[in-house]
């Protein structure tokens, strides 16, 4: 998996942090998957932020009269050996975070499955209030 990230980035309005991450990968097919995972370590303090790097929601189907999530789910199926997916997503690491608005530099990488992505380096510097 790899991810792209400006490396630097400026508090808007005094207290608005923004950092957009962009990955992309292939991941192993596992039986219970788990949302990819944003890391970024405070390189000054050594506090390190973890957390779910999107929460996905199941859209509204148009035209759909019933529940897909009603009723029994369908028999599983053994996976292949050695099956792989492809996934690429963008976020606001700030944002899923809850990333203080405050001058720091970051090392943040994304953790999918048992894949670690690129590691970036990102500086948050003050801007103009």
Same mark, same amino acid.
């Given at each position: 998996?790899?991810?792209?990230?400006?490396?630097? *980035?400026?508090?808007?309005?005094?207290?608005?942090?923004?950092? =957009?991450?962009? !990955?992309?990968?292939?991941?192993?097919? $596992? #039986? @219970?998957?788990?949302?990819?995972?944003?890391?970024?370590?405070?390189?000054?303090?050594?506090?390190?932020?973890?957390?779910?790097?999107?929460?996905?929601?199941?859209?509204?189907?148009?035209? *759909?009269?019933?529940?897909?999530?009603?009723?029994?789910?369908? =028999?599983?199926? !053994?996976?292949?050996?050695?099956?792989? $997916? #492809? @996934?690429?997503?963008?976020?606001?690491?700030?944002?899923?975070?809850?990333?203080?608005?405050?001058?720091?530099?970051?090392?943040?990488?994304?953790?999918?499955?048992?894949?670690?992505?690129?590691?970036?380096?990102?500086?948050?510097?003050?801007?103009?209030?």
């Amino acid at each position: 998996m790899r991810i792209a990230a400006p490396s630097r *980035v400026k508090i808007r309005d005094g207290n608005t942090l923004t950092i =957009p991450i962009c !990955a992309r990968g292939i991941l192993p097919v $596992v #039986e @219970t998957p788990q949302l990819p995972r944003c890391v970024a370590g405070d390189t000054r303090t050594g506090k390190v932020y973890r957390g779910i790097a999107f929460t996905y929601v199941r859209p509204t189907l148009p035209n *759909v009269s019933g529940d897909p999530s009603e009723g029994a789910p369908p =028999p599983k199926l !053994a996976l292949p050996p050695g099956m792989t $997916v #492809e @996934t690429r997503f963008t976020t606001d690491m700030a944002g899923v975070l809850h990333l203080p608005a405050t001058p720091a530099t970051y090392e943040v990488y994304i953790e999918a499955e048992d894949v670690k992505s690129n590691t970036v380096t990102i500086e948050v510097e003050a801007g103009q209030k």
